[in-house]
């Protein structure tokens, strides 16, 4: 009996260090899922952060692309910028030259009126001398004046 008692001791210590290693290995096992369960959050946050830094130095690749066909364009404004302002002064200058032109145009035919008019005095004054028995002459008409 005495070695029934010993081993039913033996047996229930055995049973209660049965029952608390199966305790510590539920804690080991749980604390081992929590830790996997960082682990892979730390995981999908380290191929999150990858994919974020990927996407980030795409997007400064296509800032930098952007940024030179900005630059190109802004060269193309000034350009035709340029190109108008020298066109206008072109203009300008052709503009001047045709004023002058016309301003000489004007001061042409009015000295042509004048030289009609002093034609026609002329013709009068020989046509009277004639009239009176001066010495005859061809007069000249208008036109043969003006197309000469």
């Not at 080991?28 to 996997?36: K, P, S």
Request: glycine residues 4%; aromatic residues 2%.
């Amino acid at each position: 009996e005495v070695q029934v008692d010993e081993l039913q001791r033996l047996l229930a210590g055995m049973e209660k260090e049965h029952r608390s290693l199966l305790l510590k290995m539920k804690e080991g096992e749980a604390e081992l899922a929590r830790l996997r369960s960082v682990e892979g959050d730390k995981l999908a946050e380290q191929d999150r952060s990858a994919q974020l830094e990927k996407e980030v130095a795409v997007l400064r690749e296509k800032i930098h692309h952007l940024d030179d066909m900005l630059k190109s364009q802004q060269r193309k404004v000034r350009q035709m910028i340029e190109q108008l302002q020298n066109s206008k002064m072109v203009i300008q200058g052709k503009d001047a030259m045709i004023q002058e032109l016309k301003e000489r145009v004007a001061y042409l035919e009015a000295e042509v009126c004048l030289n009609l008019e002093m034609h026609d005095r002329i013709e009068h004054l020989i046509e009277k001398q004639v009239s009176r028995g001066g010495p005859s002459s061809r007069v000249r008409s208008k036109s043969e004046y003006v197309s000469r």
